[in-house]
């Protein structure tokens, strides 16, 4: 089992920085990428960054040059640093993690990011 819990979330007006934060628990600790999904009302969960335990980052493109992940695998912890936030950033975020292999398969219950003009 795992467990995600976000933190850090909240409102920000457009141009501001949020820092979302991440810890992973439970007794499955072979994951190998751990990183953010986000999803807007109606739509679909969408990947924004990643970091593997081998310390590669991939963004998606709406963020890249914007948000930043850093991760502690040893701590079981993540976070991403977001910069110039838009208003299009507005959404729930998802801290996930993978099964050591593939997609994510688990995530926590999410925060909210409301950026606002």
Not at 1 to 25: D, F, M, P, Y
Not at 42 to 64: C, M, N, P, Q, W
Not at 79 to 85: D, E, I, R, V
Request: aromatic share 12%; net charge positive; charged share 15%.
């Amino acid at each position: 089992q795992v467990q995600l819990v976000e933190s850090g979330g909240g409102s920000v007006q457009a141009g501001g920085s949020l820092r979302l934060s991440c810890t992973i628990s439970g007794s499955f600790r072979g994951y190998r990428a751990m990183g953010w999904y986000r999803q807007r009302p109606g739509e679909a969960r969408l990947f924004v960054a990643h970091i593997t335990k081998f310390g590669d980052t991939s963004y998606a493109t709406s963020v890249e040059g914007r948000f930043s992940i850093s991760g502690d695998f040893d701590k079981s912890t993540n976070a991403l640093q977001m910069s110039n936030l838009r208003l299009d950033d507005t959404g729930v975020y998802y801290c996930g993690c993978d099964r050591g292999w593939g997609a994510f398969s688990y995530f926590g219950q999410g925060i909210q990011v409301t950026v606002s003009s």
